[in-house]
């Protein structure tokens, strides 16, 4: 009997598939150790909270930190996921040679709807053990923010995190590696339960 195994793509295959034009920014996929994943469709709740939360962010840390929405992050596990948001060291020109590199993210944020389950599990288990130091879920359905750090290995060699916080949307977080910004969540949680 034959079994059938996928194709799985390096980073650099993959941004060759990309040159080549074999993938194209509007094909909305990613790369997921090694493979091509569809990614779902945002709805406009998502959408909004996205717009809402990188505008936020901007205000609240200005030029001390490089804010990505939805563009590329560079793991070493075969991957290149586009999260939601990004928070990194440096300034957007540090990244003109290549995407973010584990080393210099301070902070990934999913805003989960239809893909809460993808983004607590896969997408959880792979920020992990890339050592993202900080991982968030901006829960659409639950209204709370799920706040992940402190990544670390089991012995059975599956991947997460140490700790996991719930805040709610009467409450101000935190961004990591910068302190003395405080995120109000109702400006995200309330804007965003309006929308259709």
């Given amino acids: 009997m034959n079994v059938v195994t996928p194709k799985r793509f390096t980073v650099d295959e993959y941004h060759r598939l ?8 509007s094909d909305r996929i990613e790369l997921i150790r090694g493979e ?23 205000r609240l840390l200005g030029d001390r930190a490089v804010i990505r929405g939805q563009d590329p992050i560079t793991l070493p596990n075969n991957s290149e996921p586009e999260p939601d948001v990004a928070i990194a060291r440096g300034t957007d020109e540090d ?6 590199y584990p080393e210099d993210i301070l902070l990934v944020i999913e805003i989960s709807d239809k893909t809460l389950d993808y983004d ?3 997408k959880l288990k792979l920020y992990a053990e ?6 968030w879920i901006v829960n659409l ?7 992940y750090n402190q990544p670390y290995q089991t012995s059975q060699g599956e991947f997460g995190y140490l700790s996991k916080q719930i805040s709610l949307p009467h409450q101000s977080v935190a961004i990591p590696g910068i302190e003395d910004s405080l995120l109000e969540l109702n400006r995200i949680f309330l804007e965003t339960s309006n929308a259709g």
Avoid at 18 to 25: C, P, Q, R, S, Y
Avoid at 130 to 135: F, V
Avoid at 141 to 147: K, M, S, V
């Fill in 120 to 122: 607590q599990n896969t």
């Fill in 141 to 147: 359905i639950a209204r709370q923010l799920e706040r």
């Fill in 130 to 135: 890339a050592g993202i130091s900080d991982y």
């Fill in 36 to 58: 091509l994943i569809q990614m779902t469709a945002k709805g406009t709740p998502h959408t909004v909270c996205c717009s809402i939360l990188c505008r936020q962010l901007d």
């Fill in 95 to 100: 990244y003109l040679a290549h995407h973010p």
């Fill in 18 to 25: 990309i040159e080549l034009g074999f993938v194209k920014e």
